[in-house]
């Protein structure tokens, strides 16, 4: 049972500008808990792709970004590539559950 | 070259008992916690726990405290996941991945094993 909630389906042309919600609430991003995002490409294991809500790891292209207000946060992807097609999770800390949690997921497919 | 590497896939047989591994190179072992997360077929990633490998104190998400043990030997830098009793429900991918703290609390994870499928048939 999530509490971070996320679209199931995104889908964008290449080239274009897509963005991922996820939405929580009061005991989590809205608590100022921060957020990270995470990609998984078919059949592999996820990647960190954002942490602390906006920073990318090293090797991120800087076509992937994050941002957060309130009790959602945000993925935005630039510059669509069909080597983008791929699951995203959102994940923060909930102080009602005491540990992490992934949002619900949502696969991203380009045109 | 941080490096997170899982035992091989396994096949049991429903009440079996399991333990699968996950060990940890290239960092210091016991100066990161370490959690698991389950993939069921089909579905998305869920946090089932993490432990501190320094002093081998786990934490569990509330659905999954009392289905399986969190545990880590930090003499050889691995850390295990294990079931006393498996249901074909446990069938899934299981990874574990290496934790970050966050400045303003929680975590998240930075490095990931591969990965190892457990299937439970009859």
């Known amino acids: 049972q999530s509490v971070l909630t996320q679209p199931p389906s995104v889908s964008g042309a290449p080239g274009q500008r897509v963005t991922i919600s996820c939405t ?3 005991s989590n991003i809205g608590a100022a808990y921060d957020v990270h995002w995470y990609q998984q490409l078919p059949g592999t294991a996820p990647k960190l792709l954002i942490y602390g809500n906006s920073n990318r790891p ?5 076509r992937f970004s994050g ?3 309130g009790t959602s946060a945000s993925l935005a992807i630039t510059g669509l590539q069909a080597e983008d097609e791929a699951d995203y999770y959102c994940q923060s800390y909930d102080s009602s559950l005491s540990g992490e949690v992934f949002g619900t997921g949502t696969r991203f497919t380009v045109l | ?6 035992s091989g896939a396994e ?3 429903p009440g079996e008992s399991l333990r699968i591994s996950c060990k940890g190179s290239g960092y210091s072992f016991t100066s990161y916690w370490i959690t698991w997360v389950r993939q069921m077929p089909g579905k998305g990633l869920e946090w089932m726990g993490r432990i501190d490998p320094s002093d ?3 934490n569990y998400s509330p659905s999954f405290r009392g289905h399986v043990t969190i545990s880590a030997d930090k003499s ?3 850390a295990y996941l294990q079931w006393s009793s498996l249901k074909a429900s446990d069938t899934a991918i299981y990874y574990c991945a290496r ?8 975590y998240f994870a930075d490095y990931w094993g591969l990965g190892t499928l457990v299937t439970v048939s009859s």
């Open chain 1, 67 to 69: 941002s957060k207000s």
């Open chain 2, 1 to 6: 070259e941080v490096q997170l590497v899982q």
């Open chain 2, 76 to 78: 050889i830098s691995t």
């Open chain 2, 56 to 58: 081998s104190y786990p």
């Open chain 2, 99 to 106: 934790l970050r703290a966050v400045a303003g609390g929680g």
């Open chain 1, 58 to 62: 090293s090797g991120v292209p800087d």
């Open chain 1, 24 to 26: 929580g609430s009061s």
């Open chain 2, 11 to 13: 096949v049991k047989k």
